[in-house]
């Protein structure tokens, strides 16, 4: 866990987000802390389209750098043993 809080902490730090965003990425801590790895596809079903129907696309609409960035943090904690 103390990984991942770490990893998407500097990203919420260095990024101006809405309170959606926040939400969804703790959403991503949370499950990341329950399941202990997270796929992509994750990001566009259940519990991660609760903000927004279309998931990750759609809580970051129009921010494809951002969406990128997550997505990099997600591939790059699937590498690592998060636990």
């Given at each position: 866990?103390?990984?991942?809080v ?13 309170s ?11 499950f ?52």
């Open positions: 866990r103390e990984t991942v770490k990893e998407f902490g500097q990203f919420l730090q260095n990024n101006q987000l809405s959606n965003q926040i939400q969804f990425i703790e959403q991503m801590i949370e990341y802390t329950e399941k202990g790895h997270l796929d992509v596809a994750n990001l566009y079903e259940p519990p991660f389209d609760f903000i927004d129907e279309d998931g990750l696309d759609g809580v970051f609409e129009n921010n494809a750098n951002v969406i990128d960035l997550l997505v990099e943090k997600v591939k790059g904690l699937n590498k690592i043993k998060v636990s």
